[in-house]
């Protein structure tokens, strides 16, 4: 698909699933051309209190028009479960993108490959590949696919973009980047005391060439997820979770092998989807 028509309008309502706010910082074409429901397994670390109102707010305010769903769950109940191989919370949670797809029946649905390499937000497009397939037969076919993201996220991931075309906003659009990011900027800079290096480095050096351009592939969801993300030389579960360990920020590591394949299996085994529809 060329730069030209990867956002094209497809005549039927879209849908975009985050692991948290912030994500959408690089997929602003998408929210503005698209106008695509939003659905966030959490508000993350920005939990605070008015925060999901005064989202919504920023995003009407630049012309967003879609409606944006928070879940309930936080990144830390996340690690917790894994630990304790609680797969039917995962189901539970499962379900809830299931019953956000029924009411807004997206014709295409895209998953968040933000942060493959961290087992919290990798769970997105787990969690999505299951629910699109919950939806009923009487149900609208609903499209998997995969989006990309701003090209310093990409560079920073050491993600490849041969194959994901760049796009490239318009003034306002641009205008509307800034503003939002502007007044969001309260709750911005109050989190990013002491949070992770890698956000800071991702919001510490940016560009004009992250307003302006970013990346995306709109194509299918082909991913095996028995089989390690692939993210270039980004260390992923394993190496993470044993330096979370090290750190003191975690007692034990989640692991690719033990903890997500599991999960991964129950979550698409067909004995574990209701129909929804």
Not at 38 to 64: D, M, V
Not at 198 to 217: G, I, M, N, P, S
Request: charged share 20%; aromatic share 14%.
């Amino acid at each position: 698909m060329d730069s030209e028509s990867v956002l094209a309008e497809t005549g039927r309502p879209t849908g975009m699933v985050f692991a948290h706010p912030a994500h959408e910082w690089f997929a602003f074409a998408a929210l503005l051309r698209l106008q695509p429901n939003l659905y966030y397994l959490s508000p993350g670390i920005y939990a605070t209190e008015g925060f999901e109102n005064a989202f919504r707010e920023k995003l009407a305010a630049i012309g967003f028009q879609g409606t944006v769903t928070f879940g309930a769950i936080s990144e830390s109940e996340i690690y917790e479960r894994y630990l304790a191989h609680d797969n039917d919370w995962f189901v539970t949670q499962r379900n809830a993108i299931a019953a956000w797809l029924k009411q807004f029946q997206p014709g295409l649905v895209c998953t968040d490959p933000f942060e493959w390499y961290n087992s919290a937000h990798d769970l997105v497009p787990l969690l999505v590949a299951s629910a699109v397939q919950c939806q009923s037969s009487q149900t609208q076919r609903i499209s998997l696919a995969e989006h990309g993201l701003g090209l310093q996220t990409i560079a920073w991931q050491q993600r490849k973009t041969d194959d994901w075309p760049s796009v490239q906003l318009t003034a306002d659009e641009v205008d509307c980047k800034r503003q939002f990011l502007r007044d969001m900027q309260g709750f911005v800079s109050g989190i990013l005391q002491g949070v992770n290096d890698e956000l800071q480095d991702v919001t510490k050096d940016w560009r004009e060439r992250e307003f302006y351009t970013e990346y995306y592939r709109w194509a299918p969801a082909t991913r095996v997820f028995t089989v390690p993300p692939d993210v270039g030389g980004w260390p992923t579960y394993d190496q993470r979770g044993y330096w979370r360990v090290a750190s003191g920020r975690a007692q034990q590591a989640i692991t690719f092998q033990e903890h997500f394949v599991p999960l991964a299996e129950k979550l698409l085994r067909q004995s574990s989807m209701p129909a929804i529809g």
